[in-house]
């Protein structure tokens, strides 16, 4: 029998309702619910309860005036149910009298829930959380992303990462890891962690850019450097690193051509960059520049922000970017910052000076097994005519590439070689 | 949450240390730790584990090592209790303490005691 087309329309419209609340308010209410017990999986545990309770009762009842307030109060019943049948174990009734009270509390908010997101990327941030798991949990917890879907972009078994992402929640619960916006003394240091976690999820969209374009966390980054963004207005680094992501991200279309080959900055179509991104990204660098001293994220927007003045408007930015450069390796130390620099300086004193530049980095084991420096290396040998070194570091770069199209591009470059001998 | 922190010296670092000055330093420490409250104790410091024997009973019979349980670079010195909201401000204590200088403040929480 087909119900009655009423019915259907109250089941799609609870659906849907579902599906918003579970979209747009996921992270706020796991970051409530486990704000107090620390509990990340019993928080998803309960949360998960809640929407398989709302599927059952809203298509019946209607959907209620407040779909979150109903998730949360639902989500804290299953709580506090669990919390019973753990009671033998101590703070049981201490606990279940807060959680009562949360009930009661979260039964009379009217509209808003508390949001504590930030708090919580902080707790998944926290330096006693190890660094490779951070963003995972950042990407569960606040999006409500599955094991399966990290592990793909992390390049890991499912398995594992599921594994790993219980070991880290229970750590959190454990240790007595806090759900907290550090004092602003520890701010810098710990917000780093938060905003590379978010980056990291951000580069493993970037490098995983499938055939069809489509990214796994690519939106999802973009998201919450955005949240954070708005939760830590006063926080430059925030801003510096949600603007060099739009930067970049406003020039996915043009990074691969029609054959999927990967096509470098120079060489890309400029009417495929997305302008508003472009507008969004200068914007909020601006601020970041007024707000305060430059970070690592700030520096390397900077860095962005000129090239593509140099593209769109031809002025010649080169000097700045060796600057801003220079001044990026003063504060990092890093060898991807100096060997950047060594290529910014190819364009402002030629490629012999760029190589001389680069000697120092040839004893770092890091770069023996770092493609972009083999890549690098090629260009500038064959720039500078060194033809059978060239094609030397382009093959190393080719064996060590794990990206078809930049495999492809590289493959070009190398027979590109042999064409003028 | 209440706390166990667990002083690891190495050996070689104390060796160099200007003792007068960490003694000093302990002395303050030990002091704050006494005013902090319920909850936050002073511990005790262990001699070193050149002092130390270790035990194993298996299968009814006892074997005897002398020498402390894991012979690492750093070594098992000595402990002391706090009581905190969280790992953050646990952290703080392990900075505040001298020997996080000389070796390494391992921090574990102590279970939760069942009410039954």
């Known amino acids: 029998m087909r119900e009655p087309p009423a019915m259907a329309d109250r089941v799609e419209h609870a659906h849907k309702a579902a599906e918003r609340a579970a979209r747009e308010s996921y992270g706020r209410l796991i970051a409530f619910l486990a704000a107090r017990t620390r509990d990340l999986a019993g928080a998803e545990d309960a949360l998960a309860d809640a929407f398989a309770a709302a599927l059952r009762t809203w298509p019946e009842r209607g959907v209620p005036a407040n779909p979150d307030g109903w998730l949360l109060t639902a989500a804290r019943h299953r709580q506090t149910d669990a919390a019973r049948r753990r009671q033998t174990q101590a703070m049981g009734e201490e606990h279940l009298q807060l959680m009562a009270e949360e009930i009661k509390e979260a039964s009379q908010m009217s509209d808003e829930i508390p949001d504590r997101r930030l708090a919580l990327m902080f707790a998944c941030a926290h330096p006693a959380i190890e660094s490779g798991m951070r963003a995972p949990l950042i990407l569960q917890t606040i999006l409500g992303l599955t094991a399966e879907a990290i592990a793909a972009a992390f390049l890991l078994p499912p398995g594992t990462m599921g594994q790993r992402l219980v070991r880290a929640k229970a750590r959190i619960r454990q240790a007595g890891t806090p759900f907290r916006v550090p004092d602003p003394d520890e701010l810098p240091e710990r917000l780093d962690a938060v905003l590379e976690a978010i980056y990291a999820a951000y580069s493993k969209a970037w490098a995983e850019i499938g055939d069809d374009g489509t990214t796994p966390f690519a939106e999802e980054a973009i998201w919450l450097g955005r949240l954070v963004v708005e939760l830590l207005p006063e926080a430059p680094e925030a801003k510096g690193m949600l603007a060099l992501i739009l930067y970049t991200e406003a020039r996915r279309a043009a990074r691969r051509d029609s054959t999927g080959t990967y096509v470098p900055l120079d060489e890309q179509d400029i009417a495929l960059w997305d302008e508003e991104q472009i507008q969004m990204a200068e914007a909020l660098l601006r601020d970041a520049n007024a707000a305060g001293p430059s970070g690592r994220y700030q520096i390397e927007a900077a860095i962005q922000s000129a090239h593509i003045t140099r593209r769109v408007c031809g002025r010649d930015t080169r000097h700045a970017i060796l600057a801003l450069y220079d001044h990026l390796l003063a504060l990092t130390g890093s060898p991807v910052a100096a060997l950047n620099r060594a290529v910014a300086r190819a364009a402002v004193d030629g490629p012999a000076a760029a190589l001389l530049g680069m000697r120092p980095l040839a004893s770092d084991k890091r770069m023996l097994v770092y493609q972009p420096y083999w890549a690098a290396r090629g260009h500038l040998l064959a720039e500078a005519g060194h033809k059978a070194e060239a094609h030397e570091a382009l093959t190393v770069a080719i064996g060590l590439s794990t990206d078809e199209a930049v495999t492809r591009y590289l493959l070009g470059k190398r027979e590109a070689l042999r064409a003028f001998e | ?116």
């Open chain 2, 1 to 116: 949450m209440r706390y166990m922190m667990l002083i690891h010296h190495d050996v070689h670092e104390l060796a160099n240390a200007p003792k007068q000055q960490l003694w000093a330093e302990y002395g303050a420490f030990n002091e704050a730790l006494a005013k902090a409250g319920a909850g936050f104790a002073t511990g005790e410091r262990l001699e070193s584990s050149a002092a130390a024997t270790t035990i194993r009973v298996r299968d009814g019979s006892t074997n005897v090592l002398d020498g402390p349980y894991a012979d690492t670079k750093e070594q098992f010195a000595g402990y002391f209790m706090i009581d905190v909201p969280d790992l953050d401000e646990a952290i703080t204590w392990a900075k505040r303490c001298p020997s996080s200088k000389y070796g390494a403040i391992e921090i574990r929480p102590l279970t939760r005691r069942s009410a039954a």
